[in-house]
């Protein structure tokens, strides 16, 4: 098996799973502020066959891995109205942030999953020749590159929501309408990305994640260090 195919194979599970609980995290924050909307739908599930977008979730993901470029992806939206919401403002906010900081939560169990099995194998895991190892770097890169990037301020992504939520109430109007022209501004950067290489990551989405890698690492370190001799 080529290193190509099996570094598919790893990030694939890892991509959906990312994915999946990001949106049920969604789903979730709008019926604890009273919108029971995704529920209402069956979108509060697991099941990935309930979420996969055939474009965000396949299509996306895959051609930006073949064309050696970060790889990042959607599932279908849970669907959220914020008039069901009990504080239609607020809960949007929460609503979007629900999503990146299940990932964040993930990537963290997923250090501490790295430390314990490294005190169990007698050695970090973290070997390049670790498959292991490689699955669980591959995790903690997918959910916390998803967390950020849906974090960046651009319509429909999480911190456009969020952002909204900051903003008067003109202003705020003017804002929501971009949402409709979000998957436009969404293969816009795309676009971008292929057209002037990966130049506006590396100042914006990649720094955080290099220090949050570093973060989670840490995390792994500072558990199996005591157990690993050497």
């Not at 051609?63 to 849970?78: E, I, Y």
């Not at 609503?95 to 169990?120: E, Q, T």
Request: aromatic share 10%; charged share 10%; with cysteine.
């Amino acid at each position: 098996m080529t290193d190509t195919a099996l570094l598919i194979i790893l990030l694939i599970p890892c991509l959906i799973v990312a994915i999946v609980f990001h949106e049920v995290a969604h789903g979730m924050m709008a019926k604890a502020l009273g919108d029971p909307t995704a529920s209402e739908r069956g979108r509060l599930t697991l099941n990935p066959l309930r979420h996969v977008d055939p474009v965000g979730t396949l299509l996306v993901p895959g051609v930006l891995l073949l064309a050696g470029a970060p790889a990042f992806g959607w599932a279908k939206p849970v669907p959220v109205n914020k008039y069901r919401l009990n504080n239609p403002r607020f809960g949007m906010m929460a609503v979007a942030a629900a999503g990146p900081g299940i990932n964040f939560i993930l990537a963290g169990l997923g250090a501490v999953l790295i430390g314990v099995l490294s005190i169990f194998a007698g050695e970090s895991i973290l070997a390049d020749d670790n498959t292991v190892g490689v699955a669980l770097t591959m995790f903690l890169l997918i959910n916390i590159f998803l967390g950020l990037f849906n974090l960046l301020p651009i319509p429909p992504f999480d911190g456009s929501h969020i952002v909204g939520g900051l903003l008067p109430a003109r202003l705020r109007f003017q804002w929501e309408r971009l949402q409709r022209y979000g998957i436009v501004l969404i293969f816009a950067v795309i676009g971008y990305s292929w057209m002037f290489g990966t130049g506006w990551l590396e100042v914006t989405v990649l720094p955080v994640l290099e220090w949050a890698m570093r973060f989670y690492v840490g995390i792994a370190d500072a558990i199996a260090s005591p157990f690993i001799r050497g």
